[in-house]
């Protein structure tokens, strides 16, 4: 848990009681949890709002249910599943419309309660999605985010078409990697774009293009002379600020930029001209519903989209987590054993 957030944070791993499950909550026994930006720039105060003092983090999870509260229907006890980033309440507007990432009484896994940096974590029966028997539970841990993230964003949001030109910043990471494997599997025409020369070689086995940004060379210069001047009818930003400007010169005539990540937390400037003379649309994306958790556990189980762990970590190397990721070294996501 984070006792005091900062460079370097005080951290600790604690025995704790284990939860017991309320009305319609489950208690599951954790095999593994993601490390993202998000638990990173926690961890570092970047972070604030709405985050819970001492809180346990960790909201990429995956386990098997061990226990049900009352009035829980939709699960019972040794299924495995995996948890949305939110507790959802299944009651609300937005729950009923399946919605359950925006739920109007939500509150954040690992955010604004424990989340599953733990042996055991008790959320909503709304909150898991129950996963195949013979899923990897390490690689399950993957399926909402960043899987089911990007999923949403490139299918959902971006809405990509067999043959258009998708652009992808910050491809090694997380979101990047499997946003690469989801317009793949939409038929889209993929340029993966990295700022860390030793991930190349990595995108051309998952059907992208490769494309390098330096000091030296900007990478939307590339991305127009491989469309023919025309730009990328879709980019999926998982950068943001750092790089936008390269990100908005490399859009096409009517295309669709859909922000999904941002890891420098800066202002940029914007000529709206651009984006009046462009015709172009600029989304923003978080999160993932039940649905599409859904759709990526059973893409995975067909073989059309595959999990991409880089390490495996106990609790007790969360400091060389963080640099990992603080570094860039990461080529798709971080998980923890919490129970090994």
């Known amino acids: 848990m984070v006792e005091q957030s900062g460079r370097p944070p005080r951290l600790a791993v604690r025995d704790v009681p284990i939860p017991s499950p309320g009305p319609r909550e489950v208690l599951v026994k954790v095999a593994a949890c993601g490390f993202c930006h998000h638990d990173l720039l926690v961890m570092t105060g970047v972070l604030r709002r709405g985050i819970v003092p001492g809180v346990i983090l960790g909201h990429e999870i995956s386990g098997t249910v061990v226990d049900v509260g009352p009035g829980v229907e ?31 009484r939500g509150e954040g896994i690992g955010h604004g309660r424990n989340g599953g940096l733990a042996e055991y974590v008790v959320v909503n029966e709304t909150s898991v999605v129950p996963i195949p028997a013979e899923a990897d539970l390490t690689d399950a841990a993957l399926y909402a985010c960043p899987m089911g ?62 494309i390098l940004h330096t000091e030296e060379l900007d990478f939307s210069e590339l991305v127009m002379a491989l469309s023919e001047d025309e730009g990328a009818d ?20 009517y295309g669709r930029l859909v922000l999904l990540g941002e890891v420098a937390g800066d202002p940029v400037q914007l000529n709206l001209a651009e984006i009046i003379f462009r015709a172009a649309r600029l989304m923003g994306s978080s999160g993932v519903n039940r649905a599409a ?42 998980t923890f054993t919490p129970g090994q």
């Open 234 to 253: 879709v980019i999926i930003d998982n950068v943001g600020s750092a790089l936008f400007p390269s990100t908005l010169r490399s859009l096409s005539q």
């Open 293 to 334: 958790v859904q759709q990526v556990a059973d893409m995975v189980a067909a073989g059309h989209m595959q999990p991409v762990v880089s390490r495996v970590l106990r609790l007790e190397e969360v400091a060389e987590a963080m640099e990992l990721l603080a570094t860039r070294s990461v080529l798709g996501r971080l």
């Open 149 to 210: 993230v990007a999923w949403e964003a490139v299918q959902n949001v971006a809405a990509v078409q067999p043959g258009e030109t998708v652009v992808v910043t910050g491809a090694g990471g997380g979101l990047g990697i499997h946003a690469i494997q989801s317009a793949v599997s939409l038929g889209g025409r993929v340029l993966a774009v990295t700022t860390s020369p030793d991930k190349l070689g990595e995108f051309a086995a998952l059907g992208a293009e490769e």
């Open 74 to 104: 939709s699960v019972i006890s040794g299924v495995k599943v995996v948890s949305l980033l939110t507790n959802a309440c299944g009651e609300c507007q937005r729950c009923r419309k399946g919605r359950e990432h925006r739920c109007l």
